[in-house]
């Protein structure tokens, strides 16, 4: 059966890639390199890698996929991109576990409350979390190294609406550069980098999930993330506590970091 939605979207397709086509002139061989790269990068997929959605993150094209499709009222937290790290079945915590399992990097505590729009407390929202280590690998980068889930974890709001979890600071990492899309990024003298994040979905009953991240302050790539994934409202404060009753009260080490 004909599908007139796929016509349309076919016809657009086409009518842009000859636009592009005569705006740049291709020989035959740059024609024939094109066609090796999209090949190529086909080819490369593993449990957590995928090329082509590298790809569609390196020309943004994810994010703005995400942004027609996921308008907020202002004030609702705004969704960033989800990434190939994601996976499912990380442990339940109970609010204030640390998830960090390899004790590297700089002890952090994130707190904060989970609300609709009006501001109410939502209670028994999941909060799924997840980043690299101080190493800037994902656990699943480094089976065998790191511990299983390392830095992953489901977290329960509270009646109301708080949850708290030990982490440590994120760092800036690059998305894997030793394949075309990386070879790409470097040929048009593009870094691999991706400004340090915390990746969060947050789901609760009633409610639109949440694919977000929180974005550190001093990150050198705050300004060019890799996938063009960073959103003002999502840059959070990492605070430098000395108190020794707070982190007492957390179990924490004096001094340590706060986000909230
Ligand atoms: C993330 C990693 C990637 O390689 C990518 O393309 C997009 C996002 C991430 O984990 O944040
Ligand atoms: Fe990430």
């Not at 999941?126 to 800037?136: E, H």
């Not at 899309?181 to 009953?205: M, Y």
């Not at 506590?241 to 924490?252: K, L, R, T």
Request: hydrophobic share 40%; with cysteine.
């Amino acid at each position: 059966a004909a599908n007139p939605r796929l016509r349309e979207v076919l016809g657009a397709i086409t009518r842009h890639l000859h636009a592009a086509v005569k705006e740049v002139e291709p020989t035959h061989e740059e024609w024939f390199a094109a066609i090796e790269f999209l090949t190529k990068t086909g080819q490369i997929c593993s449990d957590w890698r995928q090329e082509y959605i590298l790809l569609s993150d390196v020309l943004g094209v994810t994010m703005l996929v995400d942004a027609i499709n996921h308008r907020r009222p202002s004030g609702a937290t705004p969704n960033t991109i989800l990434g190939p790290f994601y996976v499912e079945g990380a442990p339940r915590y109970a609010n204030g576990a640390n998830i960090c399992l390899d004790h590297k990097g700089l002890p952090t505590l994130v707190r904060g409350r989970v609300s609709d729009i009006e501001g109410n407390p939502i209670a028994g929202a999941t909060l799924d979390v997840w980043q690299t280590n101080d190493d800037g690998f994902y656990d699943v980068q480094q089976k065998g190294v790191q511990p299983d889930y390392n830095l992953r974890g489901l977290f329960t709001s509270e009646a109301d609406g708080r949850y708290w979890f030990q982490t440590v600071k994120p760092r800036f990492y690059p998305i894997p550069y030793d394949g075309p899309v990386g070879k790409l990024l470097k040929a048009v003298d593009r870094h691999p980098n991706r400004a340090a994040h915390l990746h969060f979905i947050v789901e609760a009953q009633g409610f639109q999930q949440v694919i977000t991240h929180i974005f550190t302050p001093d990150c050198p790539y705050m300004q060019q993330d890799a996938v063009f994934g960073v959103k003002r409202e999502l840059v959070a404060e990492f605070q430098e506590i000395d108190d020794p009753q707070m982190a007492a009260e957390y179990g924490m080490p004096n001094p340590f970091l706060l986000v909230e």
